[in-house]
């Protein structure tokens, strides 16, 4: 981390009016399990993501951070339309493309595009870098046969590669060339949003800063929206102006860089972020406390009830195993999903979602009562509940 930030350009800033270009709203993705043996039944469904609900600038960056197995790669697949998603809604600039035909789903393509982990699976070893990064150019036949070259070399040029080399193999290249390579045939069709997963945690240390700046880069240039997928907590503050934590299939907290990192509220939040070495602190050589998750991750074919954390959460009470806790916005860019959101150390001793889900405090459904606001929407609303005052507040 230190190197990267070293070595990396200012933090991407957020731009709090830049209109949304991507809206997800309860998406959900499921897998079928299926039975051995010749008749192969469908046994049950592995909640892969369940209820996620966000949204994204036009020209911004969102972090998606959480442990592995939480869901993060299949957001980033089924918004892409990789996937078809078993249910939700995905507008682009405004359009839901969770379930439209294969032919209309071709110029959304273009616009959006994927960047994956893997620099060395991810590019055919047979086909020249000629060849994989102007393929986009040719499927959607949108150059002359003579114009592909050019272009190619253009946008080698752009991600720092040399241009001369697009008749070489991925073999040839180093791990950090190939990411951009793989960089390169993303950009070919001049995306408006980039999915990239998990785009440097396979490369060196030494070489991750050089590719976090090259994808600062191009997204200024070309003012391109990232949805930007990892496990590295450091990464993602320095290029996500705005940052969601998931947990099995569930985003728990989404909040600006500055509330998130300085005054996380959710206990899931506040564990994964204690083992992160705080560049502030790592320069005085401390370090935060760390608190330990014990327990492993539930199985996401059956998940706990209620809030899906409580099997490992050290706030736990009655309410958490019936009631699931909504995504409550509890600041002008941060919602929570707890029933005891504080910051660490102030949790409040009682729920603070009782009226909001229409439960006492012990998670019993109380006659006559119902959800208040529209829960699981994506984006802010211009008021919230104020914590210390447990009223509705705005800015
Ligand atoms: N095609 C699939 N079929 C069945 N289950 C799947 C499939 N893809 C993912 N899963 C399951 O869905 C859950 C979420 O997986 P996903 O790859 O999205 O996690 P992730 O957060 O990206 O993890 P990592 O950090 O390890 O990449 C996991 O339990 C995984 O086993
Ligand atoms: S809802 Fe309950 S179990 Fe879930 S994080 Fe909050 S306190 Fe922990
Ligand atoms: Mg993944």
Redesign the pocket.
């Known amino acids: 981390m230190e190197e990267l930030v070293a070595e990396a350009h200012a933090p991407s800033q957020l731009n709090p009016d830049a209109a949304p270009i991507l809206e997800v709203e309860n998406l959900q993705m499921y897998f079928p399990v299926r039975s051995h043996g010749l008749v192969r039944r469908v046994v049950g469904q592995v909640q892969a993501v369940d209820g996620v609900s966000f949204q994204l600038g036009a020209g911004s960056s969102l972090g998606l951070v959480g442990e592995s197995g939480c869901g993060k790669s299949t957001t980033g697949r089924a918004i892409t339309r990789l996937y078809e998603p078993t249910g939700g809604a995905i507008r682009f600039e405004g359009k839901d493309i969770a379930r439209i035909s294969p032919k209309n789903l071709k110029p959304i393509r273009r616009d959006i595009q994927m960047i994956f982990q893997d620099p060395y699976t991810s590019l055919n070893p047979r086909h020249t870098v000629g060849t994989i990064v102007g393929a986009p150019l040719e499927i959607h036949n949108l150059v002359p046969k003579d114009k592909v070259l050019p272009r190619v070399q253009e946008i080698l040029e752009v991600v720092g590669l040399n241009p001369e080399h697009y008749n070489r193999y991925p073999h040839e290249f180093s791990g950090g060339q190939r990411q951009r390579i793989g960089i390169a045939r993303a950009l070919m069709l001049q995306p408006k949003l980039l999915v990239a997963d998990e785009p440097v945690s396979a490369l060196d240390v030494s070489i991750q800063a050089q590719v976090v700046n090259l994808l600062q880069d191009v997204q200024k240039e070309f003012g391109i929206a990232f949805l930007f997928i990892a496990h590295d907590l450091a990464i993602v503050r320095h290029f996500c102006p705005e940052i969601a934590v998931m947990y099995l299939g569930k985003i728990v907290e989404i909040a600006d860089r500055e509330t998130l990192y300085s005054r996380p509220h ?3 939040t506040q564990a994964l972020l204690s083992a992160v070495p705080d560049v502030r602190q790592a320069a005085v050589g401390g370090r935060r406390e760390r608190i330990r998750l014990t327990g492993d991750v539930p199985s996401p074919i059956n998940p706990p009830s209620g ?1 899906r ?2 099997t490992r ?1 050290s ?3 009655e309410i ?1 195993a019936k009631v699931e ?1 909504p995504l409550l916005q509890v600041g002008a860019r941060h919602k929570v999903a ?3 959101p504080g910051e660490l150390g102030h949790a409040p001793q009682t729920p603070v979602t009782t009226g909001i889900c229409g439960v006492d405090a012990q998670g019993n459904t109380v006659a006559g009562q119902t959800a208040d606001i529209q829960l699981n929407a994506p984006g802010y609303d211009t008021t919230w509940l104020d914590l210390a005052t447990g009223q509705r507040t705005g800015a």
């Open positions: 959710h206990p899931y809030c954390f409580r959460c706030l736990a009470k958490c806790p707890c029933h005891f």
